[in-house]
């Protein structure tokens, strides 16, 4: 599975607006749901508010990946979001989080969020590319990291 495959470019966010966690979450949901029809801006940030409930999903290195299962929801999707400033999301090193890798799949989805989810880790161990994507100018350069680090696995 490619990131690329299940990214949606038009929900992503070069600089978000939010300077705390819950408007921050409330932020993604908005441009996730504006994007994509079959989901619920309210239920997906139900979701993702029980998922931060039960342990941040900040990695640390100022990464984060929110996530969650949404009912009715057929494909894995997903968005990418930046704070140059950098947010409090209870990070486990403590530390600010301005990279955001947000991942929704269908309730039923079985392992293959697991995998989604291991892949994206896995792209945010290399401080270079966490580096390439804190310094990007606009999206496309994002866009186009992440396609290079996609063709790498």
């Not at 309210?42 to 979701?47: F, Q």
Request: hydrophobic content about 45%.
């Amino acid at each position: 599975m490619k990131i690329t495959d299940i990214l949606v470019r038009e929900a992503s966010i070069l600089d978000l607006a939010a300077t705390a966690k819950e408007d921050l979450l409330a932020e993604l949901a908005g441009a996730l749901s504006a994007a994509e029809p079959a989901l619920d801006r309210a239920d997906l940030l139900t979701v993702l508010r029980e998922r931060e409930a039960l342990q941040s999903t900040g990695i640390g290195e100022g990464v984060a990946i929110p996530h969650g299962k949404v009912q009715g929801l057929d494909r894995l999707v997903a968005t990418f979001a930046r704070s140059k400033g950098g947010v409090d999301f209870e990070s486990i090193d403590g530390q600010p989080t301005q990279l955001f890798f947000l991942l929704v799949v269908p309730e039923q989805s079985g392992g293959q969020h697991l995998k989604a989810l291991a892949r994206i880790s896995r792209f945010f161990r290399d401080a270079s590319f966490r580096e390439k994507l804190i310094g990007a100018s606009d999206l496309d350069e994002i866009f186009r990291a992440i396609e290079e680090e996609d063709a790498k696995f």
